[in-house]
């Protein structure tokens, strides 16, 4: 795990940002692994700046997303089918079938199609403050692959955020699981504030503690990249 530590939240999209670039200008069949949530809002807008730039193709790049909430339409503005296109997609000229979210329906087969497309080349994360990634909540087994959760009451409480009550907040997502994100090749995660300093702490301390799902990543047999902005490195110290 290589930890890099920036000013701001912008630095580390943009240093993210011009690192995927750079990786989808060597390999236009990429395969992506696409996290929601605030955290990699900068790197979106990084990748759409550098691509449209120097003219980047997407249209033979591979998405999948780590995960969605159940029963939000694609036109519902907190699905992460909506954020993706408003973030990302709609920019750049992806081919809308080349784009995967976990749902009831394909769940079961969701590891299989990453599989199928030669694997996840780059994975982006997040975390939540209580350490989990995509919904991969504290105490999930290490071994599952995309499945469905019931949220707990602490991201359900973190995510709220974003919507206009916390009674809109769905109570369940489907995720890809732990096991499938370790199988990225390699993995680059994102934790700005100091709210997220406790589990990123946690994490870095090098082994697997089930009370903290991102810990998992010391076990990753791929690169991980850990970028946190000085404030959250502030409350890790
Ligand atoms: C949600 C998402 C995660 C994300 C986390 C952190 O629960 N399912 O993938 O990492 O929130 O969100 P944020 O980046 O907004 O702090």
Redesign the pocket.
Known sequence: MELYVLRSKEEIGLEIGRRIVERVKQNPYIVLGL?????PLFTYEAIVKYSLAENVSYKNVTTFN??EYVGLEETNKQSYRYFMNENLFKYLDFKKESHHFPSIENMSNYDEEIKNSGGIDIQL????SNG????NEPFTNIDEKTHIVELTEN?IK??SRFFKSINEVPTK?ITMGLNTILQSKEIFLIATGKNKSMAVKKMLEGKYDPSCPASCLNLAKCKVHVYIDDECYEGIK
Request: aromatic letters at 6%; zero cysteines.
């Open positions: 996290a929601t949530g605030s955290s780590l995960d994360l997040g975390i939540g989990h990634i995509a919904f991201t973190d995510n997502a």
